[in-house]
Nanobody, 126 residues
Framework: QVQLVESGGGLVQAGGSLRLSCAAS????????MAWFRQAPGNERDFVAT????????RYAESVEGRFTIYRDNFKNTVYLQMNSLKPEDTAVYFC???????????????????WGQGTQVTVSS
């Protein structure tokens, strides 16, 4: 059974930074891409960023492009989301996700992801 455990959320002022971590277990981490999504109160869960199996391919939502960086450490079975220049509109619960399919592809749709973490709250104050 795949388990994903996020950490690193918290309260930060606008303009600040946070780094989220997602530790994975239960299957060969390095065979799969990973992704981050987020859900603000009253909103749907939205795509944030995705990365392929070796970190050589990444994709970002337009709203975070240039501010957020997704990367991974396959020796530690962990994917990270470095968030800089945070804005109040970044406030949300952030989830990491692991896809159904192994391989080099990256996906930005929720339906492509089979496993989800419990989420970590990020709150950005103005």
């Amino acid at each position: 059974q795949v388990q994903l455990v996020e950490s690193g959320g918290g309260l930060v002022q606008a303009g600040g930074s946070l780094r989220l971590s997602c530790a994975a277990s239960g299957r060969t981490f390095s065979n799969y891409g990973m992704a981050w999504f987020r859900q603000a109160p009253g909103n749907e869960r939205d795509f944030v960023a995705t990365i392929n199996w070796n970190g050589g391919l990444t994709r970002y939502a337009e709203s975070v492009e240039g501010r957020f960086t997704i990367y991974r450490d396959n020796f530690k079975n962990t994917v990270y989301l470095q968030m800089n220049s945070l804005k109040p509109e970044d406030t949300a619960v952030y989830f990491c996700a692991a896809p159904y399919a192994a391989g080099n592809s990256v996906y930005n749709g929720q339906s492509d992801y089979r496993y989800w973490g419990q989420g970590t709250q990020v709150t950005v104050s103005s």
